[in-house]
């Protein structure tokens, strides 16, 4: 059912949305008196049948128009096909395609009997179609207010086909905007802004959206959904009028199914070409998402985790049987070290027990010495105090002569202290006394001298100043008069406007010249960049690089680089094989050649890691700030061999006896490096080469007999792969193609004679540049000429006039020096006034500085005195102290004796004490060294100690260890860890057995679970795809085209569930088969049908309760697209399919209509009428008028 929908995009401020109660429920019916911005929908159920020309026929002096819902010559048999095979009811939704519709057309459509005769004409229209309900979830009611291009409107679409028409920029995809960021859903689906803050209209703070939705059976009332979008990029949401959060609005979507984030469910216009492009793989995904029931993807999604899973297991297994061969085979060979190594054991073990007695041994002896040097200790210390009780009484007269000195010291310290405390004062009161006033009187004196000299200056300057006012009253004298500036400026004007003249015919030619010129250097380097290649083209190398760049462009861009920049590298660089080598023989190029991968026929040589890494760098970049030369895989190697360091297998003679011509590096030519490189890579220097086939003889005798791996003969490639572990052998044969990369590169004589032409053109075209250069270049030398003279008149002008200038200039300045030469005269007499005063103060003070001398000198005496006295008292108490130090020594000289006795006793004690110690730490060592052997060693090794060894010497048991260790060398050691490793790896045998076990066992269950979730999903997959492809084909029959669909099961038995996709098989043109649809393969307008047909393939089985399409029909041609417009309104209006928007800027005459659809007809911007109210039954009467008159 066609509606017309207007809205008035409203220029003034919306504080009337801005102050709306958010939290009260918005009414579901628009007032188009509560705002200034109105919304009116009326029905037409008339405007489509207008819009078709069907010729008019005249029945009973009345005109009449024959309406045609349904003009194809289908079948009703052929439609019900195409809708699904025609199950159920659907079959007689449809009208019969015959049926005429004839609706009245008046001459006057202006008056309300026609109006009324037309109203009755509809109304028996719609009885002809049954009306169906809204499903559950679709969209009842869109309500906006301030929201992009709309300030306040209202959309009720029906529950089938929904076409949203109008011209651009008026708002069609603002409404799909509305329904995903309606439903919770973020603007990343949209394609366009990624804000929701840049969804507000301008000059408002908020925008509403309000969404309606089908309820379920089971639901008393629709929902209603209610978003508020602040300009701050904030959101808040409402459920059926109560506050509520974006996780519920989710929740509710879900439950509807709504998919707003799946491309087969709603496809907005920026994101068609992303449809288009999806990938085979996404798709699969996404159409089970729309499709089919919820548990299919779940078990897609756990089949792909399945097959990881197993995959996985399946790697680690492998790996794990490999490892334990490996471990197996090891095991084997260390058992023969085993039975040496354990009798070298045992030995060892006898050497640690008898170098484990010794400590026991030692200790027995470090006991038995302690006993006799505690003993000895005890003697000399009782030796010690009887030598002390002797010397007591001459100690004691000792200690009295040191009293003594020490009191005298104290008294010679303290008189020291107070002849520094003196000498301190004396030479306070000369600095701070004499020396202070002497300072002060040389600068009385300096102050003196600098009025004297100050004085001396102030006459000077005095005369200076009265010079220069005398020679300034001369400069004055001359006045130089006024200067004429408006002459001066006037010729300067006339001057330059001869000059502005003369530049102006030089700059014209120059103009015409400039572009000649240049165009003369670019057709001459077009004409040397022709002979260049003309150049190249007659050498094989340049023919050879030539196709280099056809077939290879990354390495020939490498390669031309490379020729640029060989300063660049230390040693030489090497390009492509095909370019650096040759065949010797041209009848072996192909052979040489099908030894050649495509990598190594165009790889780079470098002969040294510095210039590999250089060139690598310069090639792909170092991430910093290289960035390389754009390319994304040209092969780069580097050998440091000679080609002496590949000897070849055989000399020529015994090659030739095995049935071969020759080694394949006696068929190829190049650089001794080039040719290393490729031994190096191809083995050249092992491989035969024959052009007749070898016998069954000569090649089993090579390959049981020679070493050789490969060979050519009798255009065959013969590869024999040897596996020595298992003694396998496999041979492949391949038969070789003629030579390509090799071959002698021919010229494009097509291309040559163009280039050729092409160059002699452009001869031409130079010739005839610099004929009218030349002609132009006529009077360029007289106006050059011209042009000086007038400038050196102009200088001449110019330098006259700054030349009075500065005349004048000097006079202004000689006033203005005038002046401040007067006042600095008269500052200069007024300053020495004072100066007899200063002088006679000055000398005033230095006679009061001459008195505070004399006190000065008085102090100082005073202080001299006090010194002297403190210095004969220090030299009293400095000899006492003498004296007693004197008579200190000779009681110490004459105990000397006894000091000596005593110290040499008291050495030998501390000599005998030192050993005790020593012995006692070395039996204390021994001890916990018996104590830790203890705590290792076995009862029968502590036994076996004492009973057998602890009564022997040191000597003895050292002796015994020499000889054991002795009979242990004559055993080779072997593998000093064999022991330990076959133990580990025994250990290790063990824990991989048990592991690989739990693994088949994880495998086997992993496998099951496949087979059973397989066993479910994969028949169902089948079946939606097979559904989906039938109603593609037909949709593709409809068009006289073909098209399928199918899935793509990747894998070993289809197991590949990461990879399983969805391809799209299309023939648009009768010739040609069928194709992947791709998005490079096919047209735009291939593109777009495809796609639409996909989504109405998608139609009768999608579960989800409404879909939206934008501007699909982007690029498709009329035909196609009224095809592809009458198949969506057959699918689309079927009785039990979803909702359905479709969005499209233009409409073609004569489309196909159904009464189940509903057409919205955007009306909206600032030429809409201010009352927002519009009568388009007016409308409709004018143009039925004015077809009728045409």
Request: hydrophobic letters at 35%.
């Amino acid at each position: 059912m066609p509606f017309l929908v207007s809205s008035q995009r409203s220029r003034s401020s919306n504080s009337d949305a801005d102050e709306s109660d958010p939290e009260k429920p918005v009414s579901r019916t628009a007032n188009p008196q509560a705002s200034s911005s109105k919304l009116t929908i009326t029905s037409k159920r008339s405007l489509e049948g207008e819009e078709i020309s069907h010729p008019l026929r005249s029945a009973s002096g009345t005109k009449r128009r024959r309406l045609t819902p349904h003009e194809d010559n289908e079948t009703d048999e052929d439609e019900m096909e195409a809708d699904g095979g025609g199950e159920g009811a659907d079959g007689n939704d449809y009208e019969d395609e015959n049926r005429e519709v004839v609706i009245p057309v008046a001459e006057d459509y202006d008056s309300d009997e026609s109006e009324t005769g037309m109203a009755d004409s509809l109304e028996k229209m719609r009885k002809t179609v049954e009306e169906i309900p809204h499903a559950p979830g679709a969209i009842v009611k869109v309500q906006l207010e301030n929201f992009v291009t709309y300030t306040k409107v209202t959309f009720e679409p029906g529950p089938s086909l929904n076409m949203v028409i109008g011209p651009n920029g008026t708002g069609k995809s603002t409404l799909v905007c509305a329904i995903c960021l309606g439903l919770g859903f973020g603007p990343e689906h949209l394609g366009r802004a990624k804000d929701v803050a840049e969804f507000v209209k301008n000059g408002s703070n908020f925008a509403t959206i309000e969404i309606e939705l089908k309820c379920r059976p089971t639901d008393e009332m629709n929902p209603t959904i209610k978003r508020r979008i602040g300009r701050d990029g904030s959101s808040q949401y409402w459920m059926d009028g109560k506050k509520s959060s974006r996780n519920a609005v989710n929740q509710l979507t879900k439950l509807m199914n709504i998919q707003i984030d799946n491309l087969c469910q709603f496809l907005p216009q920026d994101r068609v070409v992303e449809f288009a492009g999806l990938g085979p793989v996404p798709l699969l995904r996404e159409t089970q998402r729309a499709a089919a029931p919820p548990e299919v993807l779940k078990d897609h999604e756990t089949l792909k985790k399945l097959r990881s899973l197993e995959a996985g297991l399946e790697l680690a297994l492998d790996s794990d049987r490999q490892a334990l061969g490996t471990m197996e085979n090891r095991q084997k060979v260390l058992e023969r070290d085993v039975a040496k190594l354990r009798e070298r054991q045992a030995i060892q073990e006898y050497i640690k027990l008898l170098e484990n007695a010794i400590p026991f041994v030692q200790y027995q002896v470090f006991r038995g010495a302690r006993d006799t040097v505690k003993a000895e200790y005890a003697a000399c210390r009782e030796q010690l105090k009887s030598i002390e009780r002797e010397q007591e009484p001459q100690m004691k007269q000792i200690e009295e002569a040191e009293k003594l000195r020490d009191e005298l010291k104290q008294w010679l310290e303290d008189e020291r202290a107070f002849l520094l405390s003196a000498e301190k004062d004396l030479k306070g009161a000369k600095e701070n006394g004499l020396d202070a006033v002497k300072t002060k009187e040389i600068k009385a004196e300096a102050d003196l001298k600098a009025l004297i000299d100050e004085e001396r200056d102030r006459k000077q300057n005095i005369e200076k100043t009265r010079k220069r006012i005398d020679q300034l009253e001369k400069t004055l004298a001359n006045d130089p008069g006024p200067l004429d500036v408006t002459e001066y400026n006037r010729k300067m004007e006339d001057t330059n406007k001869v000059i502005r003249g003369v530049r102006n015919e030089l700059n014209e030619i120059n103009r015409v010249i400039v572009p000649l010129k240049a165009e003369v250097d670019q057709r001459r380097r077009e004409i040397s960049a022709a002979q260049d290649w003309i150049s190249k083209m007659d050498n094989l190398t340049g023919r050879r690089v030539e196709f280099l760049r056809r077939a290879f462009p990354e390495s020939h861009t490498v390669y031309e680089w490379l020729q640029r920049n060989k300063h660049k590298f230390k040693g030489p660089v090497y390009g492509p094989p095909m370019i650096e080598c040759s065949i010797k023989n041209a009848n072996y190029q192909a052979e040489i050649e099908a030894l050649f991968s495509q990598g190594d026929i165009i790889s780079f040589t470098c002969t040294n890691k510095a210039d590999f890494d250089e060139l690598m760098i310069a090639v792909y970049g170092d991430n910093k700030d290289r960035k390389g030369l754009g390319v994304s895989s040209v092969p780069i190697k580097y050998i440091e061999k000679t080609l002496e360091d590949f000897p070849r297998i055989a000399s020529g003679e015994e090659v030739r006896s095995w049935g071969f011509d020759g080694l394949a590096l006696d068929f190829i030519d190049g650089p001794e490096e080039v040719l290393s490189m490729l031994c190096n890579v191809l083995s050249l220097h092992r491989i035969g080469v024959s052009k007749s086939k070898l016998s069954a003889l000569q090649q089993q005798a090579i390959k049981t007999g020679k070493n050789m791996a490969k060979w050519v003969a009798g255009n065959v490639l013969t590869i024999i792969r040897r596996r020595a572990e298992y003694g396998a052998e496999t041979e492949v044969n391949a038969m070789i193609r003629d030579a390509k990369y090799f071959k002698t590169a021919q010229v494009e004589t097509s291309r040559l004679s163009h280039i050729k032409a092409r160059k002699s053109e452009l001869e031409s075209e130079v010739e005839e540049r610099l004929d009218e250069i030349n002609a132009k270049m006529g009077n360029s030398q007289d106006l050059e000429r011209q042009l000086k003279s007038l400038e050196a008149e102009k200088t001449s002008i110019i330098n006259e006039k700054a030349a009075k200038q500065q005349v004048l200039s000097q006079y202004d300045k000689a006033k203005t020096h005038m002046q401040n030469e007067q006042e600095k005269l008269s500052r200069y007499e007024s300053e020495g006034r004072d100066f007899k005063l200063k002088v006679a103060e000055q000398e005033t003070s230095m006679v009061e500085l001459s008195m505070e001398r004399v006190g000065a000198a008085s102090l100082y005496a005073e202080r001299v005195r006090d010194f002297v006295s403190r210095y004969d008292n220090m030299a009293a108490a400095e000899l006492h102290f003498i004296e007693a130090s004197s008579n200190l020594q000779h009681y110490n000289t004459w105990n000397q004796s006894f000091k000596d006795r005593i110290e040499g006793k008291r050495k030998q004690c501390d000599e005998v004490k030192a050993r005790y110690d020593n012995v006692i730490a070395q039996a204390a060592k021994a001890r916990d060294e018996c104590r830790e052997l203890m705590s290792t060693l076995s009862s029968a090794q502590s036994e076996e100690i004492q009973s057998t060894h602890s009564k022997k010497a040191v000597d003895e048991l050292k002796a015994e260890i020499q000889q054991e260790e002795i009979r242990l060398e004559s055993i080779h050691e072997g593998n000093p860890n064999a022991i330990k490793q076959y133990e580990t790896r025994e250990k290790e045998i063990n824990d991989l057995r048990t592991t690989m076990e739990k693994k088949e066992a994880d495998l086997s269950k992993h496998r099951s679970a496949i087979r059973d979730v397989r066993g479910r999903w994969e028949p169902r997959i089948d079946q939606l795809v097979s559904n989906i492809s039938d109603a593609f084909s037909r949709s593709f029959e409809f068009i006289h085209c073909a098209g399928a669909v199918r899935i793509r099961k990747e894998g070993i038995d289809g197991c590949d569930f990461e990879n399983w996709a969805i391809e799209i098989m299309v023939k648009f043109r009768e010739a040609e088969n069928m194709q992947v649809l791709t998005a490079q393969r096919q047209s735009g307008g291939e593109r777009a049908v495809s796609t639409v047909f996909y989504l109405m393939a998608l139609q009768s089985l999608a579960r989800a309760p409404f879909r939206v399409v934008d501007e699909i029909n982007q690029g498709m041609d009329p035909r196609n697209e009224r095809l592809v417009h009458k198949r969506m309104v057959k699918i689309a209006c079927k009785k039990h399919t979803s909702q359905y928007f479709l969005i499209t800027p233009k409409l073609l005459v004569d489309l196909d209509y159904h009464e189940r659809m509903k057409v919205l007809c955007i009306n909206s911007g600032d030429w809409v009428a201010e009352d927002h109210i519009q009568d388009f039954q007016r409308y409709l009467a004018v143009g039925r008028r004015l077809m009728a008159a045409s």
